[in-house]
């Protein structure tokens, strides 16, 4: 079988080569890398993301490192929301996606430790949805810290994704169903409402 790879290095892209939707974003020098800046423009309802533009992902690896925080003036339920999705179709009206939430890795409460990263499937499968459906299967617990860089790894095999943090052999999530089943699309750095996120050291690799 044919197997086919390369390597996007997301600080190597120029402003062209990023795509936003509804985000502002900038390159600039984050605690010892250098990264993208993403934030988002406009209200909090929206999609926010930056496609990576030429990349065509089916199954594979995507791995980078991220940052996320909760920005200035975020609201309460605020909690650095960051991560990448994958599979994009054009414009954001479908994909799927997994994301951290750093806010909630070292809190006093245990539920919200439990609720440190997510999946979730757009449009039709928010967090709010999976969670009422089907408590605690698309969720987990990993030890996390706003504003501090994270590695994170996903590989995708037809309708299974796997999440890795931290360079763990482990998976912190395990989801076997992605509710958009097998495809193709582009990928995205995402970022929720009221969050200030940096990506750095994006590799793409194809299988």
Not at 32 to 39: E, I, M, P
Not at 83 to 92: D, K, M, N, S, T
Not at 159 to 165: I, R
Request: proline share 6%; aromatic share 10%.
């Amino acid at each position: 079988m044919l197997r086919l790879s390369w390597i996007v290095l997301v600080t190597a892209l120029s402003a062209q080569e990023l795509k936003p939707l509804n985000v502002d974003i900038a390159k600039v020098e984050f605690k010892g890398r250098t990264a993208w800046k993403v934030t988002p423009k406009g209200p909090g309802d929206q999609e926010t993301m930056a496609f990576i533009q030429g990349v065509d992902f089916e199954n594979g690896t995507i791995e980078l490192e991220l940052a996320g925080a909760p920005g200035a003036g975020a609201g309460e339920g605020a909690r650095g929301f960051a991560g990448v999705a994958f599979r994009v179709r054009p414009e954001g009206k479908t994909y799927e996606c997994f994301y951290l939430r750093p806010t909630n890795g070292r809190a006093d409460d245990q539920v919200r430790r439990n609720h440190s990263a997510q999946y979730i499937s757009h449009p039709d499968y928010p967090w709010q949805r999976l969670r009422k459906e089907t408590p605690e299967k698309y969720e987990s617990y990993v030890d996390l810290e706003p504003a501090v860089w994270t590695k994170v790894r996903i590989e995708v095999s037809g309708s299974k994704a796997l999440l890795f943090v931290h360079g763990s052999q482990q998976p912190t999530l395990i989801v076997n169903d992605l509710k958009l089943g097998p495809g193709r699309g582009g990928i995205a750095l995402w970022i929720g409402p009221g969050t200030e996120a940096h990506f750095a050291n994006l590799t793409v690799k194809t299988k």
